[in-house]
């Protein structure tokens, strides 16, 4: 069976849902974490401040094909998400942002507005307002050019003035953490405590856990960012059963939300870790070539046959971590369902 021309779903992904996820997932829940986006024309100017692999799964995302993808992948679950651009070129965020906008309030969701750290407050309010947004999301691939990768902080794509707009009207901000040591890096440390501590009605959600797919990656961020109290992490695009478990004993059942990053996530595939990174293990010429991607290797034969949906491996990782440490029903129910309705008041 095929959903539109997105995907195959076999009798593994079947088997997968039915045995391993389905009875662990609430009867409806919000994916805080998902993008859409109408294909277009690129530039050909290449992203060296992003990873290549996930465009791979997808050149495109409309809002019909995220839902008809909830539909085929959890059957008998109402899901809703909380829509926000796909990553888009500067010149190109204002078409990106009127498709998510529109979308949106058509179909009755929340969104985000995808920012941009060069608009004026009162842009950027106006702009949130108008387009009846629960917040912002932004990436450092719109940081100044002049400043290198691993240089940028998260004020450099979500600037401090901004965050007096989003703490005023009391909003969700989704941060994608940059630098290379990820959650672990004290220069995001000593920010995400600041952002905290100076604008206390904003909403923060930091993703990925903090970027942290493998447990390296954490080092002792929990322990740091112990004194904050408010602070959400989702755990989208991640499958590291340990990561989850470090961030369960860490901040609770209170403080996390489920997010999945579609589409990025219904790629066929499970993660290792290797030398201290994650590698995605991905049926052989699913995806074109991806003997140049360090992120990306390939199985074929009755391995390849055996992978299922990236969403799938996350839900289950996060499954064996609340096992471990002892989530009840109603902490579950708060992870996919209630702590993201409180924050966006839906």
Not at 21 to 47: M, Q, Y
Not at 188 to 204: A, G, M, R, T
Request: hydrophobic content about 35%.
């Amino acid at each position: 069976m095929k959903t539109k021309h997105l995907f195959e779903y076999k009798e593994i992904d079947k088997r997968f849902y039915e045995e391993r996820i389905r009875d662990f997932l609430p009867e409806k829940f919000i994916d805080v974490h998902t993008h859409i986006w109408a294909r277009t024309k690129t530039d050909g100017k290449s992203d060296n401040r992003s990873t290549s692999w996930p465009t791979r799964v997808a050149d495109q995302c409309l809002v019909e094909e995220l839902i008809g993808t909830y539909k085929t992948m959890f059957p008998g679950k109402k899901v809703t998400p909380l829509v926000f651009s796909g990553l888009p070129e500067r010149d190109k965020l204002d078409s990106f942002n009127s498709y998510v906008e529109t979308s949106a309030l058509k179909n009755n969701l929340p969104s985000l507005i995808f920012s941009d750290p060069s608009w004026t407050k009162e842009t950027l309010e106006k702009k949130i307002i108008s387009g009846k947004y629960s917040g912002a999301k932004s990436y450092l691939s719109l940081a100044p050019e002049n400043i290198a990768t691993e240089d940028i902080t998260i004020y450099d794509f979500f600037p401090k003035e901004h965050f007096e707009v989003f703490n005023k009207l009391g909003l969700v901000v989704m941060l994608h953490i940059p630098r290379k040591k990820r959650l672990s890096d004290p220069i995001n440390i000593s920010q995400l405590i600041e952002i905290e501590k100076n604008f206390p009605d904003v909403k923060l959600i930091v993703a990925h856990v903090g970027r942290s797919y493998c447990l390296s990656d954490i080092g002792d961020a929990f322990e740091k960012l112990s004194v904050c109290e408010k602070m959400l992490f989702d755990i989208s695009a991640n499958t590291n059963e340990f990561v989850f478990e470090e961030l369960i004993k860490s901040v609770g059942p209170k403080r996390i939300l489920f997010g999945s990053d579609m589409p990025i996530t219904r790629m066929r595939m499970r993660r290792i870790e290797r030398n201290a990174s994650y590698v995605n293990i991905v049926p052989k010429g699913l995806y074109g070539d991806v003997s140049g991607d360090p992120n990306m290797m390939e199985a074929d034969g009755d391995e390849a046959e055996k992978l299922s949906f990236f969403i799938y491996e996350e839900i289950a990782a996060f499954k064996r971590a609340a096992e471990k440490t002892s989530l009840s029903k109603s902490d579950i129910e708060d992870v996919f369902y209630n702590n993201s309705r409180r924050i966006l008041k839906i």
